[in-house]
């Protein structure tokens, strides 16, 4: 248990200790989208009954904040431990891989929430959405970060270098994150693309996420939280086998 604590901690103190560059650079990005995407389309985009696009625009550019940054986390930590080679301090430890997993899983956690705290705390002055069910928010906001940062330590296991870690991340993670329905509900797109969306499993987190503030989603909450419990059960699963077995760890 100490050790596990010791590792989480170093963790959360590596992120906090660039914090300007990995939780207020963030925000400041996603108050650009909101700027940008708010300003235009407001008058333009109609979502739900009685909501302006501002507000409809917070819990998507939260929650994606949330995904990008958990993820962000945990791969970037393995990758640079791996290329300066101080990733040998950690195996030396007679730490378990679920110490591993908790570790790093649970500092992606920790970042993807205080970004995702602070772009609402900032956004939300553009257009207030309410909170209808705050339950929906934290179990979709903690299960989302950690669905991205057991992603991200399996990147940062898999990528032996930065054009992977970037290959995997502009390619598969980014067209996801932007195509889930952060700026736009999936019922303005014609259906076939409605269905392509529903294969996507960034969409229900977003979607579940986003019923928490005002009550209405584009699919049942309780179908989205099955869908991205189930990811997530598969995708801790396959990251702690990894880590048991020492893939690419240990070479």
């Known amino acids: 248990m100490n050790g596990w604590r010791a590792l989480f901690y170093k963790e959360v103190l590596r992120f ?23 300003h235009v389309l407001e008058d333009h985009v109609k979502v739900y009954d009685q909501v302006g696009y501002s507000a409809f625009l917070v819990p998507g550019l939260v ?38 997993f908790f570790a790093y899983v649970g500092s992606s956690v920790v970042r993807g929430l205080m970004v995702g ?40 296991l898999w990528a032996e270098k930065f054009d992977q870690m970037a290959a995997f991340q502009n390619f598969i993670i980014m067209p996801m994150t932007f195509l889930s329905g952060v700026f736009y509900s999936i019922h303005s797109l014609p259906p076939f693309w409605q269905q392509v969306s529903h294969l996507n499993p960034f969409f229900y987190m977003i979607d579940g996420f986003r019923y928490g503030f005002f009550g209405v989603s584009d699919v ?11 990811a997530f059960t598969l995708v801790a699963a396959l990251a702690i ?8 760890l240990r070479h």
Do not use: C, D, E
């Not at 940054?69 to 040998?88: D, E, M, R, Y």
């Open 220 to 230: 049942s909450p309780w179908m989205s939280l099955v869908i991205v419990s189930t």
């Open 117 to 156: 705290l602070g772009v609402y705390l900032v956004t939300v002055w553009f257009g207030n959405p309410g909170i209808a069910a705050p339950w929906w928010i934290a179990v979709f906001g903690f299960l989302g970060a950690a669905l991205l940062g057991t992603l991200g330590l399996i990147a940062g």
């Open 16 to 38: 906090w200790k660039v914090s300007f560059q990995t939780v207020a650079a963030p925000v400041l990005t996603a108050v650009l989208y909101m700027l940008i995407f708010g």
């Open 63 to 100: 929650m994606m904040s949330v995904l990008q940054n958990a993820f962000a986390n945990s791969s970037s930590s393995l990758i640079q431990s791996k290329i300066t080679g101080n990733l040998v301090f950690v195996l030396l430890t007679p730490l378990s891989h679920w110490a591993w």
């Open 241 to 248: 086998h990894l880590l048991r077995t020492g893939y690419k």
